[in-house]
């Protein structure tokens, strides 16, 4: 199974761009890369996904690298209703595999 | 709408006791999970079931029991063996086959031993 790093915690000011980073050097093949935002007393709720290359939707970017053994989630322009943990979770999610969260990024937004 | 209801949302235990959690989806979705949550930590998995009637541990599972009669419904109990039950407990799914999916967790139930 895909361990996953990712810094504890991460501060940032209104308007700038945040750029998260998680490390899983143990990646296997169909693993696909997931990232979540949780608020405090709430479940989680998915961001953005991606298996290799550039991935980006209304609210943020996903990039992996072509060795797959770390991804960066950008957020554009965070606001302070940004503040939350974000969770970088790999797995093969369609095949209802174990799927094991780490510690996650606390985010910060102060203005 | 479609989505996942767990109940109750706030629960409080005497020592000894058994509580059941209730995780409900209307999603079609064939696979779900629990996990456990504490103050300032990530989420651990307790169980998981890819179909009805078959489920396997997660890492922290003892204590715990889960059921998975109906594709529906993936009840939790927290039995008295758990030592240390207090904390936040969030039940998600995911489609099971055929494509990447995404987990979709419900708001989460608050266990708190008194």
């Known amino acids: 199974l895909a361990k996953t790093t990712q810094p504890i915690s991460m501060d940032s000011y209104e308007g700038q761009e945040v750029n998260i980073t998680c490390s899983h050097n143990n990646i296997a093949t169909n693993d696909y890369i997931t990232w979540y935002q949780q608020f405090p007393s709430q479940g989680p709720r998915f961001i953005i996904q991606g298996y290799k290359t550039k991935v980006t939707n209304e609210v943020a970017s996903l990039f992996i690298p072509a060795d797959r053994k770390s991804s960066t989630l950008s957020l554009p322009r965070v606001s302070l209703s940004d503040t939350a943990v974000y969770y970088c979770?790999?797995?093969?999610?369609?095949?209802?595999?174990?799927?094991?969260f780490g510690t996650g990024t606390q985010l910060k937004v102060e203005l | 709408d479609g989505g996942i209801t767990q109940s109750p949302k706030y629960l409080f235990r005497k020592e000894g006791q058994n509580v059941t959690l209730s995780c409900e989806q209307n999603?079609?979705?064939?696979?779900m999970y629990w996990y456990r949550q504490d103050p300032g930590q990530g989420l651990r998995l307790i169980y998981y079931?890819?179909?009805?009637?078959?489920?396997q541990k997660g890492d922290i599972a003892e204590g715990y029991s889960v059921s998975r009669e109906k594709k529906e419904s993936f009840p939790l109990t927290v039995t008295s063996a758990q030592k240390n039950p207090t904390a936040f407990y969030l039940c998600a799914s995911s489609i099971q086959s055929g494509n990447t999916g995404e987990l979709f967790f419900g708001e989460g139930s608050r266990l708190t031993v008194l």
């Open positions: 979770l790999v797995g093969f999610t369609g095949g209802g595999n174990k799927l094991t």
């Open positions: 999603l079609n979705h064939d696979a």
């Open positions: 079931s890819q179909i009805v009637n078959d489920f």
